[in-house]
Nanobody, 120 residues
């Protein structure tokens, strides 16, 4: 069994910063990639950023230059640093990880989500 637990998030004023983290635990053989998605009210879940085990990174155009994704492979933990936040960044942020639980079996796992609200 694998669990992802997010922490961080909260309320911040426009232009402010927040960070969220995602810790994976359980029967982990290897983590292929970690990522962050978000879902605003009435909208579909969208990709924010992903990082693979080798450090390759992709960002949504809307967050490039403002958000930074990183990971600590030794701790099975991913991070998302969010700067210059805008009201349109308000959403529930979900951690995703593609995890091998043994040498041949991998699956997608999701955290429960953490609320990020950008408002004055």
């Amino acid at each position: 069994q694998v669990q992802l637990v997010e922490s961080g998030g909260g309320l911040v004023q426009p232009g402010g910063s927040l960070s969220v983290s995602c810790a994976a635990s359980g029967s982990i053989f290897a983590i292929i990639a970690m990522g962050w998605y978000r879902q605003a009210p009435g909208k579909q879940r969208e990709l924010v950023a992903t990082i693979n085990r080798g450090g390759g990174i992709d960002y949504a155009d809307s967050v490039k230059g403002r958000f930074t994704i990183s990971r600590d492979n030794a701790k099975n933990t991913g991070y998302l640093q969010m700067n210059s936040l805008r009201p349109e960044d308000t959403a529930v942020y979900y951690c995703n990880a593609k995890i091998y639980t043994d040498a041949r079996t991998w699956d997608d796992y999701w955290g429960p989500g953490t609320q990020v609200t950008v408002s004055s």
